[in-house]
């Protein structure tokens, strides 16, 4: 069975950094689209950022644009999301999900198939 496994999760102070990535299990994620989904407290899931599958990437939250980077190894299975400069705004879960028909910025059940089992990013002082 699929599995997308996250990584990278925890507290960090305002202006920190993180790094999560995501790694598939039983999929090839070399044909796939990856975004990143987040949910703050008491909000809607968000589309963050996507990649595509010819590595082109697509960041949806206007906050973030600057701040975020994502990359992709294939030979790892992994995408990665570089979070810098991070704010308060950006608590929440975050999820990887992947998407056989390229990026969009909701959470498609029809479009997104697969999914990890969020990781929880809280930025505090």
């Known amino acids: 069975q699929v599995h997308l496994v996250e990584s990278g999760g925890g507290s960090v102070q305002p202006g920190g950094s993180l790094t999560l990535s995501c790694t598939a299990s039983?999929?090839?994620?070399?044909?796939?689209?990856i975004a990143w989904f987040r949910q703050a407290p008491g909000k809607e899931r968000e589309g963050v950022s996507c990649?595509?599958?010819?590595?082109?990437?697509?960041f949806w939250t206007d906050s973030v644009k600057g701040r975020f980077t994502m990359t992709r190894d294939n030979a790892k299975n992994t995408v990665y999301l570089q979070m810098n400069s991070l704010k308060p705004e950006d608590t929440g879960v975050y999820y990887c999900?992947?998407?056989?028909?390229?990026?969009?910025?909701?959470?498609?059940?029809?479009?997104?198939?697969?999914w990890g089992q969020g990781t929880q990013i809280t930025v505090s002082s």
């Open positions: 999900a992947t998407s056989g028909y390229g990026c969009y910025d909701k959470p498609l059940q029809d479009l997104y198939d697969h």
């Open positions: 039983d999929l090839t994620l070399d044909y796939y689209a």
């Open positions: 990649v595509s599958s010819s590595a082109i990437s697509t």
